[in-house]
């Protein structure tokens, strides 16, 4: 039974203004990042520095006080966080909305007079829809404790997870405590300009799939456009090598200096954040474990649920694992795809690797340590496991990854290899 | 023990002084004292002493203004509407009673009415209109930077910057006044102009939620106008010594008038005659350049001119009028004085400025 964990706090479709008055009142409670804001104005280097979505959060701030009617308080703080983030458009414009409120009407956001904007349209809509989307994140979340469901299972050596959710342009992070995942931030970002599911090489489009951070880019090598700081993903993965999808370059980077953050689809396919928020993420989690889930709309589900929906794969893992710790060749193959493709080799390639890996086994029971199991589901139905396979009487073993798809109620691996 | 001598004379002499010290500083003692009780709380107490002091004085702006402040504070949001409102016919002049009828008008949620009321308050000194206009100019280059920080357009795109109006001369009123009660009394700060409420999101705005009312503060009795002070006095009207000359220079202002609204730059500049002295030490030139900028930089303009007075002697005349300005949303009120030369048949401009 799916289960739609998100609030809704209130369903006025037609006017986000009643959106305001009530939800954000709520606002403040869900956030939890901290709203401490600089006093003075910053450096570049400083702003890259400051509380991650604190800009934000100093943003919904202001729209909270003008949906109480306090202009002059919101036109005092839209002063102060535009001193502090001159290049953060949408700051700016409603900046210069209150201060035109205070000489005419000032009817929609962006009230721009028509001499003015003449050329710009595409980009007072570009930041309309940025408000629009910041919004909508902040008022409609995650139930406490609902997790994506693509994070099966994560072991202790996931220290962080983070899920990004592109119809929402927004990322989220969390932290795998010993009670279980736990969302401790998100942010806005920006993906693609031509949208989602990246399949060929220069297509300007967000990959959709399940990652892992594969290296922090020193930021001194990088160009401007890139901000802060870069995290690679591994796109393309096994999968989208299997369904033939090119291209490269696939990165959560920040933002340059003259623009603190981008429309919603403005990149060449890489996950853009506000170089503050960047920073965090950069500073809180690790390479090379970190998953990186990127999907069209998250399925947040309660932690219960996810156990229940393991079990049939948990069942598949664990009888392969048996059937290597005995020794039983034939019965091992039986998980493995007929369309099998690892390092170039197909089954029957790989097939005397198996028989070699079980004769040094001699038999010895199968540990699997450090286990974690991402789950993706689109055309079909993909498992992305990782572990340490560790014989008895070892104390460690090689790290290794499967791949495994669900082919009429089976579970069969596509790919194995050792990372 | 020793006996002070103290004559019958000089007891008596003790006795005057300390009467007319008692006398002079007994009125801004009974202004002091209904304050006080008005700060306490004490508001029944406070009404009583500021009735019984205007059945000797019904007039006196000072405790009806306070009587006013009564009302309010007990509640009683008609009876100080009234109060005040009367307060504003009889004198006009004073901001304070306005600032006072704009609160409470906002209070029941009649935005319009506190809208008109603070209007009046600023005409009230020609001295505000003019920074108050000038503070709109601000804002709206201001809200342009932003619009362009936002858009990312050069900034430098915007153009030069905005003129403002350099006020000539202090305004008479300020500087007749007095305190004429003790600094005891806090003046509370006047509520600023509450601005109109703006909607961050393109899609159209439904009716907007009730919002609390901000707490705008009432300000506190007036520290001016001694009671000698009336009004201002009225222009000073010479006899008229030709009707059609009046009549003339009339026309020339009401021409220079619809000139100036209908953006006819030919015909506003043209009402200015060889010998005008521009505002300012500016060039002929360069002022010309400015009022094409200020005037054809407004989309809508409605021009009055009330209350005129014209003086003529001989090919001179003076007008003196008050003008009523609105452009876009700003209204702006001032007393003006212009002097008018007639040469051939026309009467031109050669001097222009605000206040008396």
Known sequence: MRFDCFMRLHFFAASIILTLCFGLANVANAKKTPASAPQTPSTNAQRSTSPPGSAEARLIEIYQLIAQSQGGLALAKADA????????????????????????????????????????????????DESQVRLKALIERPQTGAIPSEFLTLSPANKHAIAVDASRSRLYLFENRATGLVLINDFYISIGKSGLEKTIEGDFRTPLGVYFITSNLDPKSLKDIYGSGALPINYPNILDTKRGKTGKGIWLHGTPTAQFSRPPKATDGCVVLANPDLMHIIKSVEVRTTPVVISKRLNWVSLGTAQLTKKPFEEALNAWRLAKSNGELDKVLNFYSPDFSAYGMNLPQWTPLLRNDLKKAKGRDIALKDLSMLHWTDAGETMVVTFGEVSAGRLTGPMKRQYWTRQSQQWKIFFEGVI | MKHSKITLASAFRLLIAATLLISSSAQADEYGDVSQLIRADKFAEAAARADAYLVAKPRDPQMRFLKGVIQRSAGKSAEAILTFTKLTEDFPELPEPYNNLAVLYSSQVQFEKARTALEMAIRTNPSYATAHENLGDIYSRLASQAYNSALQIDANSAGAAPKLAIIKEVFKANLKAQPAVSASIPVAPVMSAAPKAVTPV????????????????????????????????????????????????????????????????????????????????????????????????KSNIVLKIQNLTISVNGNKATAKFHQDYRANSLSVSSRKTIDLVKSGEQWFITKESTGN
Do not use: C, H
């Open chain 1, 81 to 128: 966080l535009t001193k502090d983030f001159p290049n953060f458009q949408l700051a700016q414009l409603v900046y210069g909305d209150l201060l035109a409120s205070r000489v005419r009407p000032v009817k929609t956001l962006g009230d721009i007079p028509e001499a003015q904007l003449k050329g710009s349209e595409a980009t007072l809509q570009q930041l309309r």
């Open chain 2, 202 to 297: 393109p899609t159209p705005t439904a009716p907007a939620a009730p919002a609390p009312a901000a707490k705008p503060a009432v300000v506190a009795p007036i520290p001016v106008q001694t009671a000698a002070t009336a009004p201002p006095p009225p222009a000073q009207i010479k006899p008229v010594i030709s009707d059609k000359a009046s009549k003339d220079v009339e026309a020339a202002l009401n021409a220079w008038a619809k000139a100036w609204e209908a953006k006819d730059m030919v015909n506003y500049l043209g009402a200015y005659g060889k010998e005008f002295i521009p505002p300012g030490n500016q060039t002929r030139a360069v002022w010309e350049q400015e009022r094409k900028k200020r005037i054809l930089g």
